[in-house]
């Protein structure tokens, strides 16, 4: 734990005042899911994604997200060498272990799509040809919200590929001040060296994956999930594989809080994140204003919470 600790800290360095969205997206690297940061420009998102990777001492690379990005343009192509006769895959931006798809909504949905055979199955298809990504393979794409000019909506299909969502928020006065002193004059991302390897991660994602979840919470997970398709402001929940999200990042959150078991707690404070981007609330309830972060959480308060099992 000494290392996912350095990360941590290292990155605290850099990123002022977002220790919580750090540890969500370390929690899904862990899980082994892809993750997805929204809020407004400005307010941190790439530069966290870029601090986590510069840290890991992995394989990084970034797409930023135009109108006219193409599939290809992400995936990679073949090229013709005439000397040979033959052809050469050109490898895209998503060959690699942290892949940062920054501003994915300004990416048209025939771009973005071209995302998901590598998010969900962790390879890619060129002219016929089907090749597995490096292991590990990590998606953080960055979002801002849907008002702004330029931007196109992510489909259902993809947004389920994310195992969470997790927002930003402004500063507050004094982490705002904080980040004047320290990006003001240079950039701090210089400053980063690696302090992990490709083995660390997967080290630490096969040590999550032992993690201990007692049988009463599986049944109080399933049980949290079911009641999003049941809730009367829902008119599509969240389905098993949101049921699965949350059991593995549960047991990635508890690894790093040094545990080796789950508590109702890991499943209560990422069932927001897990649940909420997977929920579609009826016209009505929308044009009302209520949010499907709302909705989780008044499905957790009148849910009963099962007493912690000693069995671990």
């Known amino acids: 734990m000494r290392g996912i600790q350095t990360i ?50 992995i394989d990084f690379h970034r797409l930023q997200c135009t109108p006219d990005l193409t599939p290809t343009d992400v995936t990679g192509f073949s090229i013709y060498e005439r000397a040979t006769g033959t052809f050469r895959f050109q ?10 798809v920054d501003e ?59 195992l969470l969502k997790i927002p930003m928020g402004y500063p507050t006065l004094g982490e705002e001040q904080e980040i004047l002193r320290r990006h003001g004059d240079q950039d701090s991302l210089t400053t980063l060296t690696p302090q992990a390897s490709r083995e660390d991660v997967t080290s630490w994602q096969a040590e999550a994956r032992r993690i201990y ?11 949290l999930v079911r009641s999003t398709r049941e809730h009367p402001a829902v008119s599509f929940g969240a389905s098993p594989r949101a049921s699965l999200a949350l059991y593995r990042v549960a047991k990635a959150l508890a690894f ?28 009505e309830e929308r044009l009302r204003g209520r949010t499907p972060s709302q909705v989780v959480e008044e499905i957790l308060a009148a849910l009963p919470v099962p007493v912690e099992s000693q069995g671990h």
């Open 8 to 57: 941590r800290d290292a990155v605290g360095r850099i990123v002022v005042g977002k220790d919580e969205a750090l540890e969500l997206l370390l929690a899904g690297l862990l899980a082994g899911g892809h993750v997805l940061v929204e809020d407004v420009p400005g307010v941190g998102k790439t530069l966290l994604a870029k601090s986590l990777a510069a840290v890991l001492g």
């Open 91 to 100: 490898p895209g931006p998503v060959v690699t272990n942290i892949l940062l």
């Open 104 to 162: 994915i909504n300004r990416a048209v949905p025939r771009t973005q799509s071209s995302l998901l055979e590598a998010m969900e199955e962790r390879q890619i298809t060129v002219d016929g040809s089907t090749s597995p990504l490096p292991v590990p393979f990590f998606v953080i794409a960055t979002q801002n919200p849907i008002e702004h000019e330029g931007t196109f909506p992510l489909p259902e299909a993809q947004l389920d590929r994310f």
């Open 213 to 223: 979840v007692d049988p009463s919470l599986d049944r109080y997970l399933v049980e």
């Open 256 to 283: 790093l809080r040094n545990r080796s078991y789950v508590l109702p707690d890991d499943i209560q404070y990422l069932a927001v994140p897990v649940l909420g981007h997977r929920l579609s609330l009826r016209r």
